[in-house]
């Protein structure tokens, strides 16, 4: 398995290599488009501001490469977000592989749910599970969250989450895939995803 991580402006890779050690597998951390481009799969995963990954990806072509990835693709928080048509952080134009729009929680919390934290941090439930990114995953499972901006719900959704609203934290079009959450940091469940994104998704 040629499995690459890619390298760009934004934390957590380290997390993400050592989440995939632990289901036995080995991934290349690189922002060389040939290897990029001729890997079995792909994760992009990501911590950050969206408007400096962005950046970071136009100044190096790599947004135009990950939009024309034929092989299967994992988006993890920043990395799913950068992933949607557009985002309210610092309101930047993102790859437009899903339809979905990035929001701010904080937008929402005036308006409908009084003082409630912002990020969200810890561990939350996901639920409505579709395809077989969730292969063997209760529906309902646990997963660990570090947010402040969502994906709203929306064709391309396969997996809900609730907090102030319901929100994606998960989506799914064509061969790419994206989670809000931290797979790798979110113990059994979050290795089963993994493990169903190289063995099972295509």
């Known amino acids: 398995m040629n499995l690459v991580i890619i390298k760009y ?13 632990r289901i036995g597998l080995e991934a290349k951390v ?3 488009v ?6 079995d799969k792909v994760i992009f ?11 970071y990806l136009k100044e190096r072509k790599l947004d135009e490469v990950i939009k024309n990835l034929a092989q299967p693709v994992l988006g993890i928080c920043l990395g799913m977000q950068l992933m949607c048509r557009f985002s ?12 979905e729009d990035v929001k701010l929680f904080k937008q929402v919390v005036k308006q409908q749910a009084g003082n409630i934290k912002i990020p969200q941090i810890g561990w939350n439930n996901i639920y409505d599970l579709k395809t077989d990114l969730f ?6 499972s646990y997963t660990y969250f570090v947010h402040s901006y969502y994906a709203a719900l929306g064709a391309h959704t396969i997996a809900t989450t609730n907090y102030i609203i319901p929100y994606s934290s998960a989506l799914h079009k064509n061969n790419f895939y994206g ?10 469940t979050g290795e089963q995803i993994l493990r169903n994104f190289i063995e099972r998704c295509n």
């Not at 995963?45 to 950046?55: F, I, L, N, Y």
């Open 30 to 32: 690189t922002d060389n």
């Open 88 to 99: 309210e952080e610092n309101n930047v134009n993102c790859l437009h592989i899903f339809d």
């Open 179 to 188: 989670v809000q959450f931290h797979p790798e940091k979110s113990a059994d």
């Open 34 to 39: 040939e290897q990029i481009r001729s890997a």
């Open 45 to 55: 995963p990501g911590v950050g501001e969206a408007s400096s990954a962005m950046r």
């Open 9 to 21: 402006n934004a934390g957590n890779i380290q997390s993400v290599l050592y989440a995939l050690e």
């Open 135 to 140: 292969n063997a995953v209760p529906e309902d």
